[in-house]
């Protein structure tokens, strides 16, 4: 038994036009699967990783897509967690939330508490769980901590930057352009440098009185890198989680001893891999958008006909928060 469904697949790797709506046959779930009819999809820049080839997709044809909010239509045998007609939102790096029905690991959905819409949901799991695994489990941040972190008026930086401030922990914030800067600044960065017009690293010790930061939070990669390691106090540490950029350059291991730094790059999976991982972050998450810790409203509502657009948008920096489409 199948279900008929509207998804946007790649069947090479390419520019935003590559992706493609078609209509594909999802199966009915198996044991330990649900059947989810999506109601708003989260659009992320991961996406934009695999659309180019960046991250490699298993096989052709692909339905991109890692997060998704909506409802359980169907559960397999044994799945006991969710029922039809919850709310859930899931994100992974398994693909194909670009779909109007998903087909997914019913241990990796998470039920929508009452107070949340579908909307905020989607806008914020992935974002929203990685800005917290970031702050909270990559480096011992306390209250009173300057960090700097890079293109703080995007997805994951919005958040990361209210969440910081909820926390005490104050956030030197880089961006692009003068309108991104007072987005940035909204959200509750201490500073904003515009890294396109000034030197970031010149102006962090010039904010910092030459003492540099505790840690960098770096998803630019290649144009960033180096200087990130630069503005670090002793026994900093560059958390770097993404290439925006380009792949940063290789690092010899001996040059982190002189100020004795650290260097790791995380990933959100290894964070949530477990369902009692998963469970916790989520609802530390949710805890923080009902506190009112956090406004994770999206910023941009596309129809999800108009997937390509929001790809563009988002790959060529014109995009500040989170965007999503409403299928
Ligand atoms: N490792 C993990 O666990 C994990 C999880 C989620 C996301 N991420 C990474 O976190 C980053 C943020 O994700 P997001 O979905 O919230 O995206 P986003 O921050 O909303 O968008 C990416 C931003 O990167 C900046 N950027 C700098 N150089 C760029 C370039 N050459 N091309 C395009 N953008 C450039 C832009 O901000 P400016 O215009 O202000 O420079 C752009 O808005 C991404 O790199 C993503 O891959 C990593």
């Not at 087909?103 to 914020?124: E, F, M």
């Not at 900093?236 to 004795?260: E, I, M, Y």
């Amino acid at each position: 038994m199948s279900n008929n469904a509207r998804a946007a697949r790649i069947h090479a790797y390419g520019p935003p036009e590559v992706l493609v709506f078609e209509d594909i046959q999802v199966a009915h779930p198996g044991p330990g699967q649900v059947l989810i009819r999506n109601t708003v999809i989260g659009l992320n820049f991961v996406e934009v990783y695999y659309r180019r080839g960046t991250f490699p997709v298993p096989a052709f044809p692909a339905v991109l897509g890692n997060e998704a909010a909506g409802v359980v239509a169907a559960v397999g045998a044994d799945v006991t967690n969710v029922k039809a007609g919850d709310r859930v939102v899931y994100s992974d790096d398994v693909h194909g939330a670009y779909s109007t029905l998903c087909l997914y690991p019913a241990d990796r959905v998470t039920i929508i508490p009452d107070g949340i819409s579908d909307k905020q949901a989607a806008s914020s799991f992935l974002k929203g769980l990685t800005a917290r695994y970031l702050l909270k489990e990559t480096v011992n941040l306390q209250a009173g901590d300057t960090v700097l972190y890079h293109a703080a008026a995007g997805g994951v930086g919005q958040v990361f930057v209210q969440w910081a401030k909820a926390l005490g922990v104050k956030v030197i914030g880089t961006v692009s352009s003068e309108e991104k800067k007072l987005v940035a600044l909204d959200a509750g960065c201490s500073h904003v440098i515009n890294y396109q017009t000034e030197n970031f690293a010149d102006r962090v010790m010039e904010l910092t009185s030459t003492i540099g930061v505790k840690a960098v939070f770096d998803s630019v990669g290649k144009d960033t890198f180096v200087d990130s390691l630069a503005v670090l106090q002793p026994r900093g540490t560059l958390v770097v989680f993404g290439k925006a950029s380009g792949s940063p350059p290789l690092v010899n291991p001996f040059d982190l001893a002189p100020r004795s730094l650290n260097l790791t790059w995380p990933v959100l999976p290894v964070y949530v891999a477990t369902s009692q991982q998963l469970s916790t972050a989520a609802a530390d998450l949710f805890h923080a958008i009902l506190a009112g810790m956090i406004k994770v409203e999206p910023s941009r509502v596309y129809p999800f006909e108009q997937l390509v657009e929001a790809h563009r948008e988002l790959e060529e920096r014109r995009s500040t928060g989170a965007a999503v489409l409403i299928v």
